[in-house]
């Protein structure tokens, strides 16, 4: 979509007559508006020139100050009111490209520990490397992007996340692998975080609510992708080599973006450090901040550690599972992508209070299911619980955009370590309760914490609705 704005320069000749050169671009889906604001400036500078000498002054001072506010109310209206399909995938494929990587290892991780001879406590921390650099960066790259700019940013991480993802193929034992995983860790917040401050600036009301549910469907579409390609790629050529194979693919989506991503009209810079400190306390005792940041942390804490652990329990007696079949269990993921769009419906009818109190109870209830025999079971109980930690998610990034309003990358920053640091808590603490219990004890810590969540939004959450303008 083509973005133009408005441009007046005024300039002052000597003598009776003042003569004002317009040089308009129009966006086409607002011409109407536009011509109408147009010819409201023009029937007013036509008026001053036809006064007097000894008025001409004091009109023109009165018309520039009313032409300039009438500009300023014309850049600051949103640039978007209903995003493009285009758009909207693109939005998508940002949430795919930053998530293919993130979780992809989960698949390998029985082969792996044979690979490596790691422990499930190792394992499970390999999964957690990449998660523990997100929670610690998110909140600098998100004062950092408030400091340079949007798309910039996010075209950048992307291409950087495709180094680390390459160098895991020579990793030679489980601490270099580790590390490579750290660093593609590094790389997700100047997409995540970033995203959701533009997503938040472009746009207002219903198109908030509604690329968010894509992004947050891209994202899931590329925690499955990351899974199910890594699986059967290792079947087929090797995880060496597939590593390489998403590399390329993160390469793609980084040239994707750059092209299709227009670029921010609303974004202005704040670099002053001070400031971003100031915005950073203030966020700290916010209560909306707060709460999203700790439901935040509930959710991953399970999403990890039911995901990372049960790939294990799979690959154990009676089930015996290999890697393709493993991927293939993480098909519950695709659910995610339908559920997460119907998500907004639910916020526009019910608020996100109530919404995320419903999906972290559907999510327990999945979580329990996991502990029958049969792998039917399983799988409708993984499936049940991916949604409701899908819809809890939509909903919390939602209720940070409507109702943060300053410092907004820095918040979506706050958010994602408390995310983060919940789902590297997740994938080490998971690891030790399954080496002592396996997975009837791992439940009940998920459950526990699940329990948590629905505390936090029951008594942290304002119940605020997310309403289209």
């Not at 109530?354 to 799988?379: C, D, K, N, Q």
């Not at 791992?442 to 008594?459: D, E, G, H, K, P």
Request: hydrophobic fraction near 50%.
């Amino acid at each position: 979509m083509m973005c133009h704005s408005f441009y007046y320069e005024p300039l002052f000749f000597r003598g009776h007559r003042l003569i004002y050169h317009r040089l308009i671009s129009i966006n086409y889906a607002y011409l109407a508006s536009a011509k109408k604001a147009s010819n409201i400036v023009s029937t007013t500078l036509n008026n001053t020139i036809n006064n007097d000498t000894n008025n001409d002054a004091n009109n023109n001072v009165k018309d520039n100050t009313q032409t300039n506010r009438d500009i300023q109310a014309l850049k600051t209206q949103p640039p978007f009111y209903s995003p493009s399909w285009v758009l909207k995938l693109t939005i998508g494929l940002i949430g795919m490209f930053a998530f293919l990587q993130v979780y992809s290892i989960q698949a390998i991780l029985p082969v792996l520990m044979m690979d490596f001879s790691a422990t499930e406590v190792q394992a499970g921390m390999i999964v957690g490397a990449t998660v523990m650099a997100i929670a610690i960066m998110s909140p600098f790259l998100g004062m950092l992007s408030d400091a340079v700019g949007r798309k910039s940013f996010i075209v950048g991480a992307l291409l950087f996340l495709a180094i680390p993802t390459a160098l895991i193929a020579q990793s030679p034992d489980i601490g270099w692998m580790g590390m490579w995983r750290f660093m593609q860790g590094l790389s997700v917040p100047g997409i995540t975080v970033v995203t959701i401050a533009y997503i938040g600036e472009e746009f207002e009301g219903r198109a908030v609510t509604e690329l968010m549910s894509f992004y947050v469907s891209g994202s899931v579409l590329g925690g499955f992708m990351g899974r199910f390609l890594l699986g059967h790629l290792h079947e087929l050529i090797g995880w060496r080599a597939g590593y390489y194979v998403m590399a390329v693919m993160t390469l793609i989506g980084a040239l994707w973006v750059g092209k299709m991503l227009p670029s921010s009209r609303h974004f202005v810079a704040n670099p002053n450090f001070r400031s971003a400190m100031q915005t950073l306390g203030e966020h700290l005792t916010n209560r909306y901040v707060v709460t999203a940041c700790l439901l935040g942390a509930c959710v991953l804490f399970s999403l990890v550690g039911c995901f990372t652990f049960i790939n294990l329990h799979l690959a154990g007696t009676p089930y015996e599972l290999g890697t393709g079949a493993l991927a293939n269990i993480f098909a519950v993921y695709l659910i995610g992508v339908i559920i997460t769009p119907l998500s907004t419906t639910l916020l526009r009818r019910f608020g996100a209070a109530r919404t995320v109190r419903v999906a972290v109870v559907v999510s327990m209830i999945g979580v329990l299911l996991t502990l029958v025999t049969p792998l039917w079971g399983i799988i409708v109980g993984l499936a049940i619980m991916s949604s409701g930690v899908f819809i809890t998610q939509a909903a919390t990034i939602s209720y940070i955009a409507v109702n943060v309003k300053k410092g907004r990358s820095l918040a979506s920053g706050l958010y994602y370590m408390g995310y983060y640091a919940g789902g590297t808590m997740g994938a080490w603490l998971c690891g030790i309760v399954y080496a002592r219990g396996q997975w009837s004890l791992t439940v009940w810590l998920l459950l526990f914490v699940q329990i948590l969540a629905l505390l936090v939004a029951s008594v942290g959450m304002v119940k605020t609705r997310v309403r289209a303008n």
